[in-house]
């Protein structure tokens, strides 16, 4: 079973500066399934990435996924106030799908 | 549009059961995948449950199997969680989440969640 771990656990930024969030797999994650979702207080997730690097549909090009067998990475180009949420790594493609535990994009 | 619309949360006891549905509209429901994720107060994603689209393939995560059975009617474009053997721990906003039939993809859409608090 695939272990997935976010570093860092808060990242504390200002709006437009760069972001990039860590996710770390415990077994090389097959065929790249790797997706990002963020959420943001009293709302559901949202998919931002999957396959690793595709974005979703309507997401906006600041947000850019990369990384392949054990090591993800999400970054945000230039935060934007609408963008401070937390941020999920999951592994998908076999039982089970494990989420990451998080990191929380805070404004500093 | 998609839309993903959870009930049947409350407050039960230990030990009590719930079932919970979830209504799915704006999409061919036979078609898609679906998932239960729970979030415990304060804490990170888990996931709980995966049903395939024609109901064919099931898993469960370990910390439910036995207990929770996942279920679906694509004649009434429905999702279900019937959780039986409550316990404290499986206090949570509890999401369905869909997303195309890929054997296990990403979790595409979600809906806004149902609050199930097991407490006596």
């Known amino acids: 079973e695939i272990v997935l771990t976010q570093s860092p656990g808060t990242l504390s930024l200002s709006p437009g500066e760069r972001a990039t969030l860590s996710c770390r797999a415990s077994q090389s994650v097959s065929s790249s399934y790797l997706a990002w979702y963020q959420q943001k207080p009293g709302q559901a997730p949202r998919l931002l990435i999957y396959?690793?690097?595709s974005r979703a549909t309507g997401i906006p090009d600041r947000f850019s996924g990369s990384g392949s067998g054990t090591d993800f990475t999400l970054t945000i180009s230039r935060l934007e106030p609408e963008d401070f949420a937390v941020y999920y790594c999951q592994q998908y493609g076999s039982s089970p799908p494990p989420f990451g535990g998080g990191t929380k994009v805070e404004i500093k | 549009e998609v839309q993903l619309v959870e009930s049947g949360g409350g407050l039960v006891q230990p030990g009590g059961s719930l079932r919970l549905s979830c209504a799915a509209s704006?999409?061919?429901?036979?078609?898609?995948?679906m998932n239960w994720v729970r979030q415990a107060p304060g804490k990170g994603l888990e996931w709980v449950s995966y049903i395939s689209s024609s109901g064919s393939t099931i898993y469960y995560a370990d910390s439910v199997k036995g207990r929770f059975t996942i279920s679906r009617d694509n004649a009434k474009n429905s999702l279900y969680l019937q959780m039986n053997s409550l316990r404290a721990e499986d206090t949570a906003v509890y999401y369905c989440?869909?997303?195309?039939?890929?054997?296990?993809?990403?979790?595409?859409?979600w809906g806004q969640g149902t609050l199930v608090t097991v407490s006596s």
């Open positions: 704006g999409f061919t429901f036979s078609s898609y995948e």
């Open positions: 989440a869909s997303g195309l039939d890929r054997g296990l993809g990403s979790f595409d859409y």
């Open positions: 396959g690793a690097s």
